[in-house]
């Protein structure tokens, strides 16, 4: 019932005891001499009030002195009537073509009208924010109504929203009607396309402005600004429109049919709590009653299955609470979402709404008040913790209020500074700060403790690294305030990042279950993030390795298990992009972190086990099983081999000899795959064949992205023909070219579980020109009359890979043979320059980074090996392939000065180094100048360097050494 008195004769007989302190005299003064010229009839009291209100707010103050007459016609009227009659000139004003301007004014008397009745204590705090989300109310329903009128040019006082097809809904406290003083306003718009299409289809409009998505950008966009552009005059209401589904890439307004699915496929709890609150409050009932229908069984779930409730459960227990333990710190503490503040008030009832609302009707309460009083009722919460909440939560309201009416500023925050302290206390009531920091820390307390309660017997999902929250839209603070702590540069980047995992727009959240485990997930993945040198860039890393994901189930699921893994995800993903996207197209990877045997032996007790890849491949149905198989578990060894280097568990040499010996098994699985194919098409034939490594493989000093550089040799007599098969019978020649192809193919086609190695047959006699499968007699022929120099060299590294042991025992004796020929050492350093000289013009090294073609790299040492061995293999005999092995021989044998030797030695040892994680962690192709920090630092400890920053000029130092060396021992370029 109304109050017959006026407020102005109502503030004259109120006990002053509430009313605010008074903080600043001028202020205070100021207005008092304003009152007196302006509204010189105001009672005493009223006046008192007014001036002790400004002495605390500067927004107040300002905002009281320049709406002097408009304040005291409003003080003339009862409460009630002098709100309704704002709340009413909101709604007519949807006519009025100044209806933005208007609107602005009626903010600012709701403004000063409620801050009267709160400060004077005429109106408690519901009432107060039931009277600003009434105004709310209003204001968005003529906004709409105002941009409607724009675009149509209808005229007429009927609303226009009513029939428009789209329906607005209030959220969060503007849908439960409980505003703040200062708060920005959530929305969420959804359409009817046909109902939109019907409202347009009279109108004097373009054909274009008619399509419906352009008609309601048009229509939101100029609503919008009628509520929040900022004028010399204010502003409405800020406003947020990021609740509806999927904001990153949705139109402001989404149609009922693409909600339904979203909310269906992919809403997650944290949106149903927040729809517990949404009330529809502007435009088309019809299209509201469709989403109404939506919203019940969306959040209000009869019978939750355990995602759901596990999803529940893991965000709860994300934000860290522990009873009696909360170290609250006044100065700054944010009351809404800071421990023990409003938001757990919240969440303490939302989770139970969530999980028992379904089957419970009467927990469908959109206050947080009503909401208590619910669970008590439903015999949830006790009636003495209900109390000791909504009292706890009446004060934080009451004192959110005065927080932001000092300056109309969208804060939850304590003041910093003991000045701004003392103020808030003054306006608040209190004689001083102390009396204030008491009142405020023990309801804290009283509210965090009831909040531990709740899942007191549950796991702490932060770890005990405190609050991990990332739900909504908007950053939590505490949150933010852990991920600084833990070492995160940029935690909003952070925050976001994480969000938008939940959102269901990669694959491996588009399920429940994917999602809920994620949730349970992700204070571990912070933690393991945050252990990397570079927080940062390891959860970006992370990110890009779960957007790969094809799925999240089961990696989820045993990352859970086995979270001690999680450090070494994001260790690798941090540091490599390749291994990242290994892991997620091939999930499996990440079990193999499991054997911890693997990654903990010495490099002296690692053996790949060949029959184990072998028995693999026996056991395949067919052809392309025997591929897929084979594919599958050499990609698991080399994972092993790439997370040893990188973890430095093993050394670049020792991961080189471990990819080649992996090479070597998948050559000879493929040669007997092929053999087999061959024969059951084409029949067996009178003859043998060999593979021979060349280059990096046959110098076993593979690295995780060699090529292959492989010559095929066979033996068969003149007139051998194959016995046929299933197609028709060939001569030697076609029958050992169609083998390789088919060899070929079995290393390097693309499956469904992707290559096994590119190959490269370029140093096969005759190269490109030549015959895939060259002849034993062909390839003695060339060596003996038409190789080249740069040929003869690249026999330096040939090794047999597999094949026929004869033909390989022959070809053995044919190289070292074709190794050991005299040779003019003069002719030879000729062609040797020549080469190189070619070489650096055609291929230059883009920088000292590239280790194997910049001028003093890794090249130049191989040529001068290469060139020592060709010019003394006929007195001194055959030389190892590898840099490494030949180097010492080299010296012993006088060949090289052994100081000589060891400079080569440790630059080629250091270029290897590079080379091996560069070529791991590095996409193909990309600068070496680029890449990471955690790279750099990573073969700065391979090289032996403190410091990362030393790498270029270490490597510029080796560079000059090895220029010198090869000038020395080869000549000049």
């Known amino acids: 019932m109304a109050d017959s008195q006026t407020i102005e004769q109502l503030i004259a007989g109120v006990d002053r005891a509430r009313w605010p302190r008074r903080h600043n005299a001028e202020r205070a003064d100021r207005l008092r001499g304003e009152l007196a010229k302006r509204a010189g009839d105001l009672d005493p009291a009223a006046a008192d009030l007014l001036c002790l209100i400004a002495s605390g707010s500067p927004f107040l103050d300002r905002t009281f002195r320049l709406n002097i007459e408009v304040l005291a016609d409003l003080l003339r009227l009862d409460p009630e009537h002098a709100i309704d009659r704002i709340v009413e000139r909101a709604q007519t004003a949807r006519t009025d073509p100044e209806a933005p301007a208007t609107l602005r004014a009626l903010k600012k008397q709701v403004a000063m009208?409620?801050?009267?009745?709160?400060?004077?204590?005429?109106?408690?705090?519901?009432?107060?924010?039931?009277?600003?989300?009434?105004?709310?109310?209003?204001?968005?329903?003529?906004?709409?109504?105002?941009?409607?009128?724009?675009?149509?040019?209808?005229?007429?006082?009927?609303?226009?929203?009513?029939r428009a097809g789209f329906a607005v809904y209030a959220m969060g406290k503007h849908g439960a009607c409980e505003l703040n003083y200062s708060s920005d306003i959530d929305l969420v718009i959804f359409h009817e396309p046909n109902l939109v299409e019907a409202f347009v289809a009279p109108h004097d409009m373009t054909e274009k402005m008619k399509e419906t998505r352009r008609f309601l950008d048009r229509t939101i966009q100029r609503a919008m600004a009628t509520l929040q552009d900022q004028t010399a005059e204010g502003y409405v209401f800020r406003t947020d429109l990021r609740l509806r589904p999927d904001p990153g890439s949705s139109s402001a307004s989404v149609s009922v049919s693409a909600a339904e699915h979203y909310y269906e496929t992919y809403g997650q709890n944290w949106e149903r709590a927040a729809f517990i609150k949404a009330r529809f409050i502007a435009g088309d009932e019809r299209t509201a009653n469709v989403m109404n229908d939506i919203f019940t069984p969306f959040i209000w779930r009869k019978y939750l299955d355990y995602s759901a409730i596990e999803d529940i459960h893991s965000i709860k227990r994300q934000i860290h609470a522990?009873?009696?333990?909360?170290?609250?710190?006044?100065?700054?503490?944010?009351?809404?979402?800071?421990?023990?503040?409003?938001?757990?008030?919240?969440?303490?009832?939302?989770?139970?709404?969530?999980?028992?609302?379904?089957?419970?009707?009467?927990?469908?309460?959109?206050?947080?008040?009503?909401?208590?009083?619910?669970?008590?009722?439903?015999?949830?919460?006790?009636?003495?913790?209900?109390?000791?909440?909504?009292?706890?939560?009446?004060?934080?309201?009451?004192?959110?209020?005065?927080?932001?009416?000092?300056?109309?500023?969208?804060?939850?925050?304590?003041?910093?500074?003991?000045?701004?302290?003392?103020?808030?206390?003054?306006?608040?009531?209190?004689?001083?700060?102390?009396?204030?920091?008491?009142?405020?820390?023990?309801?804290?307390?009283?509210?965090?403790?009831?909040?531990?309660?709740?899942?007191?017997?549950?796991?702490?999902?932060?770890?005990?690294?405190?609050?991990?929250?990332?739900?909504?839209?908007?950053?939590?603070?505490?949150?933010?305030?852990?991920?600084?702590?833990?070492?995160?540069?940029?935690?909003?980047?952070?925050?976001?990042?994480?969000?938008?995992?939940?959102?269901?727009?990669?694959?491996?959240?588009?399920?429940?279950?994917?999602?809920?485990?994620?949730?349970?997930?992700?204070?571990?993945?912070?933690?393991?993030?945050?252990?990397?040198?570079?927080?940062?860039?390891?959860?970006?890393?992370?990110?890009?390795?779960?957007?790969?994901?094809?799925?999240?189930?089961?990696?989820?699921?045993?990352?859970?298990?086995?979270?001690?893994?999680?450090?070494?995800?994001?260790?690798?993903?941090?540091?490599?992009?390749?291994?990242?996207?290994?892991?997620?197209?091939?999930?499996?990877?990440?079990?193999?972190?499991?054997?911890?045997?693997?990654?903990?032996?010495?490099?002296?007790?690692?053996?790949?086990?060949?029959?184990?890849?072998?028995?693999?491949?026996?056991r395949?149905?067919?052809?392309?099983?025997?591929?897929?198989?084979?594919?599958?578990?050499?990609?698991?060894?080399?994972?092993?081999?790439?997370?040893?280097?990188?973890?430095?568990?093993?050394?670049?040499?020792?991961?080189?000899?471990?990819?080649?010996?992996?090479?070597?098994?998948?050559?000879?699985?493929?040669?007997?795959?092929?053999?087999?194919?061959?024969?059951?098409?084409?029949?067996?034939?009178?003859?043998?064949?060999?593979?021979?490594?060349?280059?990096r493989l046959g110098a076993v000093a593979l690295t995780a992205t060699s090529d292959l550089d492989l010559i095929f040799i066979y033996d068969a007599p003149p007139e051998a023909e194959s016995s046929g098969g299933t197609g028709k019978a060939l001569d030697a020649t076609n029958w050992y070219t169609r083998y390789v192809r088919r060899l070929v193919t079995a290393l390097s086609a693309q499956t469904e579980e992707g290559e096994l190695y590119e190959i490269d047959m370029a140093l096969r006699p005759s190269g490109g020109a030549g015959p895939a499968a060259v002849s034993r007699n062909a390839f003695e022929s060339y060596y003996q009359k038409d190789a080249w120099t740069w040929e003869e060299m690249a026999l330096v590294k040939a090794r047999i890979i597999a094949g026929n042991d004869n033909l390989a025992d022959w070809l053995d004796r044919h190289i070292e043979a074709i190794l050991t020929r005299r040779r003019d050492p003069a002719e030879m350093a000729k062609d040797v320059i020549d080469m190189r000289r070619r070489l650096l013009e055609n291929k230059p090294g883009r920088s000292v980074l590239d280790v194997k073609l910049a001028h003093g790299g890794l090249t130049d040492i191989d040529f001068i090996c290469q060139y020592l061995s060709l010019v003394h293999a006929a007195e001194k005999g055959r030389f190892p392939a590898h840099i490494a092995d030949a180097l010492p021989v080299m010296a012993d044998l006088g060949l090289i000065d052994r100081q000589d030797a060891a400079t080569l030695a440790e630059a080629a040892q250091g270029y290897e180094a590079v080379i091996q994680v560069t070529r791991i962690t590095l996409d193909r192709g990309a600068d070496p100048s680029t890449m990471p920090a955690a790279v750099r630092r990573l073969i700065a400890r391979k090289l032996g360097l403190d410091d990362p920053e030393a790498i270029e000029g270490w490597l510029e130092a080796k560079q000059a050494e090895v220029r010198a060396l090869f000038q020395r021992y080869v000549g000049a370029l």
Not at 480 to 497: D, K, M
Not at 653 to 662: G, I, M, P, Q, V
């Open 113 to 162: 009208i409620l801050s009267v009745l709160d400060l004077s204590g005429l109106r408690d705090d519901r009432a107060v924010m039931a009277g600003l989300s009434r105004f709310a109310d209003a204001a968005v329903r003529t906004a709409f109504d105002h941009a409607l009128r724009d675009l149509t040019g209808a005229l007429g006082p009927d609303p226009l929203a009513e």
């Open 322 to 618: 522990v009873r009696g333990q909360a170290d609250f710190r006044f100065e700054g503490h944010d009351i809404k979402l800071g421990r023990g503040g409003i938001r757990e008030i919240e969440f303490f009832v939302q989770t139970q709404q969530l999980i028992l609302g379904g089957r419970i009707p009467s927990l469908r309460e959109k206050t947080t008040l009503g909401g208590l009083q619910a669970l008590v009722g439903a015999g949830q919460v006790e009636e003495r913790t209900c109390e000791e909440l909504s009292a706890a939560y009446l004060y934080l309201r009451h004192l959110e209020h005065r927080i932001q009416m000092v300056n109309d500023e969208q804060t939850h925050e304590i003041p910093e500074r003991e000045e701004e302290i003392a103020r808030l206390a003054h306006l608040s009531g209190y004689d001083d700060s102390a009396a204030l920091k008491q009142d405020v820390v023990e309801t804290l307390k009283i509210v965090h403790n009831h909040y531990a309660d709740l899942f007191h017997e549950e796991e702490d999902l932060s770890a005990g690294i405190g609050s991990l929250v990332f739900t909504g839209v908007d950053h939590d603070p505490e949150t933010l305030r852990t991920l600084a702590e833990l070492g995160f540069q940029n935690p909003q980047a952070v925050s976001a990042t994480v969000r938008k995992w939940h959102q269901g727009n990669m694959r491996a959240t588009r399920t429940a279950r994917g999602r809920a485990l994620l949730t349970k997930l992700v204070p571990s993945i912070i933690r393991a993030c945050a252990n990397v040198d570079e927080p940062d860039a390891a959860l970006a890393a992370f990110d890009g390795f779960l957007r790969n994901l094809p799925g999240g189930v089961q990696v989820f699921s045993l990352m859970l298990n086995n979270l001690d893994i999680l450090d070494l995800v994001a260790g690798l993903v941090s540091i490599s992009p390749r291994l990242a996207r290994e892991m997620a197209v091939h999930g499996r990877l990440v079990e193999v972190l499991l054997d911890e045997a693997f990654l903990q032996r010495s490099d002296a007790d690692i053996t790949i086990d060949d029959e184990e890849i072998l028995d693999a491949v026996e």
């Open 620 to 695: 395949a149905v067919d052809y392309e099983d025997a591929l897929n198989s084979l594919r599958r578990e050499d990609r698991e060894v080399w994972f092993q081999i790439s997370c040893r280097l990188l973890l430095e568990r093993s050394a670049p040499r020792d991961a080189a000899r471990s990819y080649a010996a992996l090479a070597d098994i998948g050559i000879g699985a493929c040669v007997d795959i092929a053999m087999r194919e061959m024969v059951e098409a084409h029949g067996e034939i009178d003859g043998s064949i060999t593979v021979i490594g060349m280059g």
